[in-house]
């Protein structure tokens, strides 16, 4: 899977995993020189999960009544308004047991297991230690006195 693309699932769910908050910590941290923390908590792959977010376009409506059991009403009003959910909370909706039948849950299984997935996940991660290394090395060439005007 592609991060940013729009995928159509066989039930007629289409979506797509959306990179916007990550790539605004990235642009905000370079343009602002100022958010290390928000790069630094960023340590592994898994961490860049709580910057992406999942948009239904289509299907959302049988998709919330095949996981109705696992959806609260927020995340039903913002995948039927096709705002984005969190891709944490769109991964939670997928709890079941293996040997059941799921057509939605197997394959946004193998999509997020995909080797395009992680790889792209990975180019993110080298992004981000490329900023932060590029602000770091901003914060050290500027005398203390001057960091006062940016905060």
Do not use: H
Request: charged share 25%.
């Amino acid at each position: 899977m592609y991060l940013d693309k729009i995928y159509t699932l066989k039930t007629g769910v289409s979506f797509k995993v959306s990179t916007i908050a990550l790539q605004e910590l990235i642009t905000n941290a370079l343009n602002k020189r100022t958010d290390l923390a928000g790069l630094e908590s960023v340590r592994c792959v898994k961490d860049l999960y709580a910057y992406l977010a999942v948009i239904v376009y289509e299907g959302a409506e049988d998709f919330i009544n095949r996981r109705s059991c696992w959806a609260n009403k927020q995340i039903k009003a913002n995948l039927i308004a096709g705002k984005p959910v969190s891709f944490n909370s769109f991964c939670n909706l997928f709890w079941r047991d293996l040997d059941e039948d799921d057509p939605d849950g197997d394959e946004w299984q193998q999509l997020i297991a995909s080797d395009g997935f992680y790889s792209q996940l990975v180019v993110f991660m080298n992004k981000l230690r490329i900023a932060k290394r590029n602000l770091q090395q901003y914060k050290e060439t500027i005398p203390d006195g001057i960091l006062v005007q940016f905060k």
